[in-house]
């Protein structure tokens, strides 16, 4: 998609996009090893740099070739377990990145959808919905609950998800998220995808994956919408 075609709705990533990441993802991923490991899986065959959910479809596929399809549910149950735990603490002290709130209010009044897209479970992401005062703004909010861990981004499941539910097509549909899981299924679904600076990933790998442009905040989201898709106007 040219960014010069009309927009309609934005997909918005919820960590390092809209609040601060601050999430500590190697304590999480700790846990999940001595969760794996506790199984009697060798964790050296994991990375820490490996995807929680890669982790848990890694265990699982180990689990079934041992004949041990009986303990996935629960080591699935207790994966969930210590990433909400961690998810939920983090929410509670989590801080908006300046201007976002604004540049999301600036968008609904340009009349565009707006959708969320988060690797978050429900009850964090309705923590920092509820305590920024954000709920309202959002027409659809789709987090890993909603999809399963299976399905999440970068799979274009979640994605796809969150754009039916705004009733648009990808190609009518701007994502915006500091993540390449963020850029890669946009970019395979067809949709514009624009970076943010600052969070997981660097501009760099951002346009290496297919971002068209990428902007320093989210803040800078209502006036990049204006000088490169038509008709939106402030009012």
């Known amino acids: 998609m040219s960014p010069r075609n009309l927009v309609n709705a934005v997909a918005v990533d919820l960590d390092g996009t809209i609040v601060h990441f601050t999430l500590d993802y190697a304590a999480i991923r700790r846990d999940v090893l001595r969760l794996i490991a506790a199984r009697g899986i060798d964790p050296r065959g ?3 740099r490996d995807r929680v959910s890669f982790m848990l479809d890694k265990a699982t596929k180990e689990l079934v070739s041992r004949g041990k399809q009986d303990e996935i549910a629960a080591l699935e149950r207790d994966v969930k377990e210590v990433v ?3 998810e939920v603490e983090n929410a509670k002290t989590a801080q908006l990145v300046p ?3 604004d540049a999301l209010a600036a968008l609904r ?4 959808k707006l959708g969320l897209f988060t690797a978050s479970g429900r009850k964090a992401v309705d923590l920092i919905l509820e305590a920024h005062s954000l709920r309202g703004l959002f027409q659809a909010v789709v987090t890993r609950d909603d999809v399963g861990l299976g399905l999440m981004k970068p799979r274009v499941d979640h994605l796809l998800t969150l754009i039916n539910y705004l009733s648009e097509k990808p190609e009518t549909t701007l994502v915006v998220g500091d993540s390449i899981i963020d850029i890669i299924p946009a970019i395979q679904l067809g949709a514009c995808a624009i970076g943010v600076e600052g969070g997981i ?3 760099q790998e951002l346009r290496r994956e297919g971002a068209v442009d990428v902007i320093p905040s989210l803040s800078q989201l209502p006036r990049w919408i204006q000088e490169n898709t038509p008709s939106r106007q402030t009012s």
């Open 46 to 48: 994991y990375s820490m």
């Open 109 to 112: 009044r340009f009349g565009l």
């Open 201 to 203: 990933a660097s501009a």
């Open 84 to 86: 909400n735990r961690y």
């Open 99 to 101: 201007g976002a709130r």
